[in-house]
């Protein structure tokens, strides 16, 4: 079975703060993904990795980066965090080759509060 | 640009019945349609992954169907549970963007005793 996990299941930080989210997939997978999920607007794509030290902005980049240092790892970095990205973020991963072909699996989200 | 919509929006159905959730797409050029679960609170589970040569998928109690040419995939639980509580989302790849999956706003089903 994949797996993929996530740093923390819930997280309270303070705007301004440098928050880190962290993802891990186990099965090898070359695309890894963030996205972020709100009432109203659903699932929303960050930013993706097709490839170690690969990325490529997604829908809502702004305020957002991300590391990929190693294939099963993919972070996501809020340099300055601030109230309205108070979100659950949701991490992803796929095969690889065509994106278009493969099944992506999620993580179990981290719920992130800015005050 | 691709628009994925699902109705209804909530559902609810005794036990026992059989569920009916819909997903329609306006652009049919889809390589896939993938069928999520996701419960309060937590990240998504995937169902299903029909491919776009494929016409059904199943899986268990699950059974997605594929129309293309009409742009609607169904997905179909039979003998509902209490269990199967949760918000039903689909997916198909966008037509513009490489690497980004197009997501319904999903069906809420409550199951009841």
């Known amino acids: 079975d994949v797996k993929v996990t996530q740093s923390s299941r819930y997280l309270v930080k303070r705007t301004g703060e440098k928050v880190f989210l962290e993802c891990v997939q186990d099965?090898?997978?070359?695309?890894m993904f963030w996205y972020r999920q709100d009432p109203g607007l659903g699932l929303r794509l960050i930013y993706f990795?097709?490839?170690?030290?690969?990325?490529e902005k997604g829908d809502i980049p702004e305020g957002y980066s991300v590391s990929r240092e190693k294939k099963e790892r993919f972070s996501l970095i809020l340099e300055s965090a601030s109230t309205n990205q108070t979100s659950m973020y949701l991490c992803?991963?796929?095969?690889?080759?065509?994106?278009?072909?493969?099944?992506?699996?999620f993580g179990p989200g981290t719920r992130l509060t800015v005050l | 640009k691709q628009e994925v919509t699902q109705i209804p929006a909530a559902l609810s159905v005794p036990e026992g019945e059989n569920l009916v959730l819909n997903c329609s797409f306006t652009?049919?050029?889809?390589?896939?349609l993938q069928w999520f679960r996701q419960d309060p609170g937590k990240g998504l589970t995937s169902l299903l992954l029909?491919?776009?040569?494929?016409r059904e998928q199943t899986s268990g109690r699950l059974n997605a169907s594929l129309d293309k040419s009409s742009g609607r995939s169904t997905l179909y639980i039979a003998a509902s549970q209490p269990g199967d509580s949760a918000t039903y989302l689909c997916a198909v790849p966008s037509t513009d963007s490489w690497g980004k999956l197009q997501f319904g706003a999903g069906t809420q089903v409550v199951v009841t005793p």
């Open positions: 992803a991963s796929s095969l690889g080759g065509s994106l278009a072909y493969n099944e992506q699996f």
């Open positions: 652009d049919s050029a889809i390589y896939n």
């Open positions: 099965m090898d997978h070359e695309n």
């Open positions: 990795s097709y490839d170690v030290k690969m990325k």
């Open positions: 029909i491919q776009s040569s494929q």
